[in-house]
């Protein structure tokens, strides 16, 4: 029976960072994708620069599009244009994690893909794993970084995972592209959430999410989107449509067992105000890595430290996104008008995006914004 030192379940930006980080350690790392690679994955696609200080390897292969300017509106008017201070990467998600994954393989990780978790069993000193090709692969630590629907949390005893689920759905029409150095984000057409456009070098990825609340029903997500696409020539009724789930972080919580740990959107680490998800769940697959490395050196508090290490370096930061997404949707119209207006507004919010700069260095005073109005207005 095959064993290895580590054995990573999904092959997303979470999993692949920690299988890469895993094998330069010189560790025995086996990657398994329940998918065929490159498979295409639902997301806008839009990356901080910052993840390329993780990694002694140049993303530029991958970049699709570098975005310099942001473009708001609230129902395709009143219209707000903010030049970046700092590029946005724009990538295809099918492209990106496979790449990363051959990053991996480049340092010593192995790849199956096609192959499902089946099944995972403790066996007093080591993990077994049950695969669909009918292999039963031992692992003396797991990673369960295969998504918030995937199975290895429940499988592993994280039954009561906190999450709020939202929801969001995608076309990607491939066509020319007018002016792809420009993000768009619309706020009018969709309670408790936005609609976007981020270009591509080759097209765009037009979608819709609901972050707020728990609405995941299509026809929430469809129409808008739909409305939105017309004003780029795309007839979105003739693209396919992806619609997925979001699992937002919604509270601090155990990220480790016994020899095992979440990382990625299986540890809910989604952020509440933004929908951003890639960045933070590269970030948990690079510590995740760090700790199985400590603890396959002896160290027993290395899991537990990885728990902590997401509280403090995550978690502090989701729950002042979340107060702050709570507010902007409370009376979202006044918001769009009281912050989104102001440049500063979206170069911090950039800064954040890039980790540069933290929640905590501008939440108070957009909170205190937005609640003077309100009171104004009689809205509290």
Known sequence: MPRFDCIVVGAGPAGASAAYHLSKKGHSVLLLEKASLPRYKPCGGGVSPQVAQWFDFSFEPVISQKVTHARYTWNRGEVIDVELKTPVWMVRRNEFDHYLVQQAQKVGAQLQDETKATGVEWTGDCWQVSTSRGDRIEATYLIAADGGRGPMAKWLGFTNRKSSIAGAIEIEPKRAVDDGHIVHFEFGLLKNG???????SDGYSIGSGAFKTNQ???NDLVKPMVEYAKGFDVDATQEAKFGHPVYIWHGDQRLHTQNAVLAGEAACVVDPLTAEGIRPSMFTGIKAAEAVD???NGDEHALADYTQVVKDKIGREMKLAARLAKAFYLAPHFSYRTIMQKPSATWAMARIFAGELKYADMVQK??????????AKGGL
């Not at 609609?195 to 591509?200: A, D």
Request: aromatic content about 14%; charged content about 25%.
């Open 194 to 200: 936005y609609v976007w456009n981020f270009p591509k």
């Open 216 to 218: 995941r029903k299509g």
């Open 294 to 296: 400590r603890a396959l």
């Open 366 to 375: 957009a909170l205190k914004r937005l609640s003077g109005g309100l009171l």
